[in-house]
T-cell receptor
Framework: AQKITQTQPGMFVQEKEAVTLDCTYDTSDPSYGLFWYKQPSSGEMIFLIYQGSYDQQNATEGRYSLNFQKARKSANLVISASQLGDSAMYFCAMREGTLGNAGNMLTFGGGTRLMVKP | DAGVTQSPTHLIKTRGQQVTLRCSPKSGHDTVSWYQQALGQGPQFIFQYYEEEERQRGNFPDRFSGHQFPNYSSELNVNALLLGDSALYLC?????????????FGPGTRLTVL
């Protein structure tokens, strides 16, 4: 079974509008972390935002926020006020277990290509 | 403060050859993980090194091996290259017992096998 599922292969958004990128995950471990990365055409994975399974509030980082619905096992990324520079691949990833025990291995989804229209 | 660095940037090899990729972690990080990203897919975990030992391994054959040095830098070696090994190889650094959200990636090495 897929541990991380991103159902949107590609999405368009108008500049200055908000967009939501979907991510669902599957784990039986009560302790886990969810990451979102941006990958421009250059290839580097740029860290955007993190949500821990025990965090009470949804994570926010500038224009990025994470809509964390634990019961539904979803961790959608919301980008507000889209910019042309936001055009890139976006990956959701999960780390299971606690650091030191399970290490820091990340499991990635297949990604969503976001294209911002001027 | 230098981030994660990788070398070389690009590499072209032929089938059957061997290749070595290099990674220097972010300052203060002691753990290095390697990922393979085939075109159009998400990264796949290869293995992770901590204290110069392989701590975790993904579903990759023994042709993929690695090493971590006392200064925490790491090498990824791939023997008997196959066409299917063509991919972007990403290195990520973190602290094994550090902040939960720290997992920083380097720019990657793009390997082409002809």
């Amino acid at each position: 079974a897929q541990k991380i599922t991103q159902t949107q292969p590609g999405m368009f958004v108008q500049e200055k509008e908000a967009v939501t990128l979907d991510c669902t995950y599957d784990t039986s471990d009560p302790s886990y972390g969810l990451f979102w990365y941006k990958q421009p055409s250059s290839g580097e994975m740029i860290f955007l935002i993190y949500q821990g399974s025990y965090d009470q509030q949804n994570a926010t980082e500038g224009r990025y926020s994470l809509n964390f619905q634990k019961a539904r096992k979803s961790a959608n990324l919301v980008i507000s006020a889209s910019q042309l520079g936001d055009s890139a691949m976006y990956f959701c990833a999960m780390r299971e277990g606690t650091l030191g025990n399970a290490g820091n291995m990340l499991t990635f989804g297949g990604g969503t290509r976001l294209m911002v229209k001027p | 403060d230098a981030g994660v660095t990788q070398s070389p940037t690009h590499l072209i090899k032929t089938r059957g050859q061997q290749v070595t990729l290099r990674c220097s972690p972010k300052s203060g990080h002691d753990t290095v993980s390697w990922y393979q990203q085939a075109l159009g897919q998400g990264p796949q975990f290869i293995f992770q090194y901590y204290e110069e030992e392989e701590r975790q391994r993904g579903n990759f054959p023994d042709r993929f091996s690695g090493h971590q040095f006392p200064n925490y830098s790491s090498e990824l070696n791939v023997n008997a290259l196959l066409l299917g090994d063509s991919a972007l190889y990403l290195c990520a650094s973190s602290m094994l017992a550090g902040k939960l959200n720290e997992q920083f990636f380097g720019p990657g090495t793009r390997l082409t096998v002809l």
